[in-house]
């Protein structure tokens, strides 16, 4: 056998039955030979299995997650019996997550398990999704993951209290956390339909802050909505005045200037707007504004012509005598 070990029956049911009695890192150990022995049949393998059940509880989560990769090994082909095997594994996992002791390294790791286990089970950890809320002193990477974790499990039973939650982080000293958060409520937005309009609601409440990032990311989330829902343009066009001086953003300038070109019809501003665009396009760095400022004027000319036309012939005018590409 591998490393000179022949892991046979009697030998295998006799560690099982000693792993108590070996330390913490041996049982690691121990646990993960014993993934090398194959059952013989299915009452053999709900022995072991009630065996490992109390190794799920230990202190150590590098036992917990050691006897939780052996349950899964052990059930692999016993598909009837993993909607049960899951929900067997759910309470040691989360317990790893909540523990205030836990390492940020190891609740990382054990979010990554709990997102494979969501791959296969989505609706695993519905009722649990308030074990996956940031704490303050979480690292960002263990944020981050937890962030990915709460639009995996968002279900319209629980998206309210997750984009509540959610909101507030928009007001992180972390920049990038305040983007992913809002970036989070967009996509659950998209996914759930029934809790879209609390999810605008809470987006455009954001715009109140007057905080660039936060309305630049705003905005971007806000375009996707509207494409797939059309009446959310409405909800942002009256927030566009306000934005345009304050947004500087390249992602967000893009977002606000395609709405304006999409939408523009139902603003009266919009054209002024675009032309105060216009007006500093030769100190814009950015070639996405620039692209995206072409594009919306022109649609906006086939809708509104008579005031879009100087600025329009201004604008193609500057593309052509300065543009490289």
């Known amino acids: 056998g591998e490393g000179g070990v022949s892991l046979t029956k009697t030998l295998a049911h006799y560690l099982f039955a000693r792993l ?53 090994h052990l059930t692999q082909n016993l598909i009837d019996l993993h909607d049960d095997i899951y929900e067997r ?39 649990d999704f308030r074990s996956f809320f940031c704490r303050y002193n ?68 954001l715009l109140s802050l007057e905080i660039d990032y936060v309305s630049s990311e705003v905005l ?3 375009k996707d909505l509207a494409r797939k829902y059309g009446d959310a343009a409405d909800d942002i066009l009256q927030h566009l005045p306000s934005c345009a001086s304050l947004v500087v953003d390249p992602d967000g300038k893009a977002a606000l200037i395609w ?25 814009e760095d950015s070639a996405l504004v620039r692209l995206q400022l072409l594009s919306a004027t022109m649609k906006l000319f086939f809708k509104r012509p008579p005031e879009c036309q100087n600025m329009l012939g201004r604008l193609l005018q500057y593309c052509i005598g300065n543009s490289t590409n």
């Open 20 to 72: 108590k009695d070996f330390g913490e890192w041996s049982q690691c150990l121990v646990l993960r030979v014993l993934s090398r022995y194959g059952p013989q049949d299915e009452e053999e393998i709900f022995d072991i299995l009630n065996v490992l059940d109390d190794r799920m509880k230990h202190v150590n989560s590098g036992v917990v997650f050691a006897a939780v990769r052996l349950f899964l």
């Open 89 to 127: 594994i759910r309470a040691p996992l989360l317990t790893v997550v909540g523990l205030g002791n836990s390492s940020p390294e190891i609740v990382f790791s054990c979010l990554h398990h709990v997102q494979l286990l969501l791959v296969r089970q989505p609706r695993l950890m519905d009722a």
């Open 138 to 205: 979480d690292p960002f990477y263990v944020k981050s993951r937890k962030l990915d974790l709460l639009v995996t499990i968002s279900s319209p039973g629980n998206v309210v209290d997750i984009v509540e939650e959610l909101s507030a982080y928009a007001t992180d000293v972390n920049i990038e956390m305040a983007r992913q958060s809002i970036r989070a409520v967009g996509k659950i937005a998209m996914l759930h339909s029934s809790g879209a309009d609390h999810c605008r609601m809470k987006l455009l409440a």
């Open 220 to 222: 971007v989330v806000m």
């Open 259 to 283: 709405t304006l070109g999409e939408y523009g019809e139902r603003l009266p501003h919009a054209p002024y707007l675009l032309e105060d665009f216009i007006g500093d396009v030769a100190n």
